[in-house]
């Protein structure tokens, strides 16, 4: 099967031409790029400061939130998260673009040249001291020219910033001559208007050139010939390094964070509570409803003026009470809230399944370990007037508790120890003293499943991102990022630490 396909050109201050790529989070937790007539459009608002850009004149029924880096469906509300990614490296091009397709050359027959005449294209350096080129064998269709054209070629090896590039011109291989005689096809033609107009050479990034394994640099060499065999010219670059961590930092240098007690804390297992039935504790956020409104239990989707439709464990309440919850004021049976308390972490706490609003202080499950936190003198991208804070989380390995999903059963810790990291600013503190609070109430981490590698029962982030990368941002978890620590802060928010928790916890 033969499917045509095009290239297109991209202006160099629009999202594509500055690597700049705009991505959506899937119902898997996986990142999808936008198309890139989305993703430009996305940019342009972004780079003017526009609060949001309604993506509704594009044909898409989407607003994009820039304050929390959010999509919204215009027609069900329906939120998902988007980011702005800065590491993707794109095909460059050097000089001016086409305008008009019509500056290509055509696909009809070439001409021939008379034999002893030699037409060198506009600007070429034809070559001290050489005869004519000879003409092309009969019956070929093909334009004479000068050896010139090979040697005075008008692209860059590399583009801007690339770190040593390896160019293999088109027909580098071929016989001496070049191009592999005197004439050339239409193809080639094509190519050489492209050179000669200062469009330039596209790059593709290939990683570890240099490395010890052969297998890139054999992919390398193979794309290098298949673009060539196409007619292309090759400039094989590196991409950017993935930077995890900072320079070495020795004791000496590593400080402790002002405003901020100590620099180490460790969780124990979960004490259990005592003395309150999930009856005593629900009553403290419940008002009871004599007339439920004529609508549905959004857990058992029964109508709330008809019995719960709840089928497991029958708690001790009557299944056809209603109540309201105080803050929110979303309406439940009682029989439901129980069943649904029961089946969570039982730690005194109540999150409405409708809006999120909690209710108590949130505690979550995650297993015994340490955090430090210290400064150290190094900046981050995008962070160059502040030192930063770097956070080392550390987990062992253990035994599933009552409160996890498989009570008695080993669970790992990959990857442990992790370390984080944050700009030592105002806000970035403010962050580090609420991300205390979370480790406090064991909300940094749980057991479940890896969106990452698959694996079950093992040491999981808890909906809180961290910032893992030092100095890049080639995974999304680096800088710079200019609304991570906002983004953050909502994230905290939504598992109920504010800054009235950093009160509560004085208290």
């Not at 210290?374 to 035994?399: E, Q, S």
């Amino acid at each position: 099967t033969i499917r045509p396909v095009r290239r297109s050109y991209y202006d160099p201050s629009s999202a594509p031409g500055k690597g700049i790529v705009w991505e959506w989070e899937n119902d898997s937790g996986t990142w999808t790029p936008y198309d890139m007539d989305v993703g430009i459009t996305i940019q342009r608002a972004y780079e003017k400061q526009h609060p949001w850009v309604d993506l509704s004149a594009i044909g898409f029924c989407y607003v994009i939130d820039f304050a929390t880096m959010g999509q919204i469906n215009r027609q069900t509300q329906r939120k998902r998260r988007v980011r702005r990614r800065l590491d993707m490296v794109y095909p460059l091009v050097s000089g001016t673009l086409p305008t008009t397709c019509s500056a290509w050359p055509s696909h009809s027959p070439a001409c021939s040249s008379p034999p002893g005449e030699s037409r060198q294209p506009p600007g070429a350096r034809a070559e001290k001291g050489t005869a004519q080129s000879s003409p092309p064998p009969r019956g070929t269709a093909g334009v004479c020219h000068p050896r010139a054209w090979w040697e005075t070629p008008r692209w860059s090896p590399g583009s801007p910033g690339s770190a040593g590039p390896l160019a293999f011109p088109a027909g580098a291989w071929g016989p001496e001559r070049g191009w592999g005689g005197s004439c050339i096809s239409m193809k080639r033609l094509g190519l050489l208007f492209l050179l000669e107009s200062g469009v330039g050479v596209p790059t593709v990034p290939v990683k570890n050139l240099t490395g010890s394994s052969p297998v890139n640099p054999a992919l390398a060499g193979i794309t290098g010939i298949l673009m060539s065999a196409a007619g292309l010219p090759v400039c094989l670059t590196r991409p950017p390094k993935l930077v995890l961590h900072p320079p070495p930092v020795s004791k000496s240098e590593i400080q402790s964070i002002p405003g901020i007690s100590h620099s180490c804390r460790k969780t124990t297992k979960k004490q259990a509570k005592k003395g309150k039935t999930p009856e005593e504790v629900l009553k403290k956020y419940l008002q009871k409803v004599r007339h439920p409104p004529d609508e549905d239990c959004t857990i058992c989707m029964e109508r709330l003026s008809a019995p719960s439709g709840y089928k497991g464990p029958q708690p001790a309440v009557k299944p056809d009470l209603v109540g309201k919850l105080v803050k929110c004021s979303h309406v439940f049976h009682l029989h439901c809230l129980v069943a649904m308390y029961n089946n969570g972490n039982k730690d005194g706490s109540l999150q409405c399944p409708t809006c999120k609003t909690i209710y108590g202080v949130k505690t979550g499950t995650q297993p015994p370990g340490k955090m430090e936190y210290h400064i150290i003198p190094h900046a981050l991208p995008g962070h160059a007037d502040c030192k930063t804070i770097r956070i080392i989380y550390n987990i062992p390995p253990g035994v599933q508790g009552p409160e996890h999903p498989n009570p008695g059963k080993s669970f790992t810790a990959r990857g442990f120890p992790r370390h984080c990291y944050l700009p030592d600013s105002e806000k970035g503190r403010k962050v580090l003293k609420l991300l205390l609070v979370a480790w406090d109430r064991r909300l940094i981490f749980a057991i479940g499943t890896s969106s990452t590698t698959g694996e079950s029962d093992t040491v999981i982030w808890n909906e809180i991102h961290h910032k893992t990368e030092f100095g890049s941002n080639l995974t999304g978890h680096g800088y710079p990022d200019i609304n991570y620590l906002d983004n953050v802060l909502a994230e905290l928010a939504a598992q109920g630490i504010t800054e009235e928790s950093l009160a509560q916890e004085k208290d």
